[in-house]
Every structure is written in structure tokens, then in C-alpha cells.
């Protein structure tokens, strides 16, 4: 592509130079990527004897992508946390068993979930010698219900700074 700059003097040139490149760069495609964290869900259980470890419902599509327990008092025993996903207003339900080596893991999951879903998480067959167990998963919520804004460009790029996605 040749392009002839119009003008008499450099001056002119130039500045007819920056009107051709600010109209090319409007043209040129500009990726903007959005990062949606993901979201904690946790609870503590001081006696799982008596009671679950934690009881939670999802109000939206999404996947669990980790799940994190910790044994405050463990035992002899080598006690499991199993975690059962129903689905509302069934009575069937899915169970996903996790053995704990240790105090405590942290495990990668990909475990999709429907609004609505319940989990419960339990220990399985716990004795007294168990107690203070804390749990977290992170959760994603899907696609089809994060809140969307539509911005232009520039808008983002005020808001932004300097950010440059290549650093």
C-alpha cells in the first residue's frame, strides 16, 4: 500500500501522517480479555460426629475446580470426607468420595453442577478421636450467568492504564 502525504511543509505532512495511522489503528482488531475469579465456598465442622461438615446449595451453573480439606484432630483412623451432590427436588443423589492422606489435601476437581444442586460434605465413619475439619471448594460460575457489560475500547483502556497483556 502506497501513501502519498499531502501537505507543503513537514508539518503538514506529519500531521496528515497521524490522521492516516489514528484512522488504521481503529481498523486493526483489539482483544480485550476478561478474568472472572473463581468463588470460595467454605465451612468448618467442629464435632462431624453429629453433624455434616458443611451443607451448601448453587444458585447457578458452574464447576467445582477444588476442593481443600484440613483435619484439625484426626485420629488413628484414616478418615475420608465424601462428598454427595443431589440434585434439587430428587431424591437420587451422586456421591464423590476424596480420601485425605494426612492432615489435610488440596485436590484439583472438575465436577460440574446445576443450579440448584445441593452438596453435603461428611466424614465417613468418623470416631471421636475426629474433629475440627474445615473444607473449601472453589467454585465457577458458567458462562450463561456472569453478569455482562458491554464497554467500548477506549472505556476499557481508561480504566486499565497502561495494563499490556504481553507483560
Same mark, same amino acid.
Given at each position: 500500500?502506497?501513501?502519498?502525504?499531502?501537505?507543503?511543509?513537514?508539518?503538514?505532512?506529519?500531521?496528515?501522517?497521524?490522521?492516516?495511522?489514528?484512522?488504521?489503528?481503529?481498523?486493526?482488531?483489539?482483544?480485550?480479555?476478561?478474568?472472572?475469579?473463581?468463588?470460595?465456598?467454605?465451612?468448618?465442622?467442629?464435632?462431624?460426629?453429629?453433624?455434616?461438615?458443611?451443607?451448601?446449595?448453587?444458585? $447457578? %451453573?458452574?464447576?467445582? *475446580?477444588?476442593? &481443600?480439606?484440613?483435619?484439625?484432630?484426626?485420629?488413628?483412623? !484414616? +478418615?475420608?470426607? @465424601?462428598?454427595?451432590?443431589?440434585?434439587?427436588?430428587?431424591?437420587?443423589?451422586?456421591?464423590?468420595?476424596?480420601?485425605?492422606?494426612?492432615?489435610?489435601?488440596? $485436590? %484439583?476437581?472438575?465436577? *460440574?453442577?446445576? &443450579?440448584?444442586?445441593?452438596?453435603?460434605?461428611?466424614?465417613? !465413619? +468418623?470416631?471421636? @478421636?475426629?474433629?475440627?475439619?474445615?473444607?473449601?471448594?472453589?467454585?465457577?460460575?458458567?458462562?450463561?450467568?456472569?453478569?455482562?457489560?458491554?464497554?467500548?475500547?477506549?472505556?476499557?483502556?481508561?480504566?486499565?492504564?497502561?495494563?499490556?497483556?504481553?507483560?
Amino acid at each position: 500500500m502506497k501513501v502519498e502525504l499531502k501537505g507543503d511543509t513537514p508539518e503538514k505532512k506529519f500531521k496528515h501522517l497521524e490522521r492516516i495511522l489514528q484512522r488504521m489503528s481503529r481498523r486493526l482488531q483489539k482483544t480485550v480479555i476478561g478474568l472472572v475469579p473463581s468463588s470460595p465456598v467454605f465451612g468448618f465442622c467442629a464435632d462431624p460426629m453429629s453433624d455434616a461438615v458443611m451443607r451448601v446449595i448453587f444458585p $447457578a %451453573d458452574g464447576i467445582i *475446580t477444588k476442593v &481443600a480439606v484440613f483435619f484439625g484432630k484426626r485420629g488413628k483412623d !484414616n +478418615p475420608e470426607i @465424601e462428598i454427595k451432590l443431589e440434585q434439587m427436588g430428587s431424591t437420587g443423589h451422586e456421591a464423590y468420595a476424596i480420601p485425605i492422606p494426612k492432615k489435610g489435601i488440596v $485436590a %484439583d476437581v472438575d465436577y *460440574t453442577v446445576r &443450579a440448584g444442586t445441593r452438596v453435603q460434605a461428611t466424614v465417613v !465413619n +468418623p470416631t471421636e @478421636e475426629v474433629g475440627d475439619v474445615w473444607i473449601g471448594f472453589l467454585y465457577e460460575v458458567g458462562m450463561q450467568d456472569l453478569a455482562k457489560s458491554k464497554i467500548a475500547i477506549e472505556q476499557f483502556e481508561q480504566l486499565t492504564g497502561d495494563f499490556d497483556a504481553g507483560d
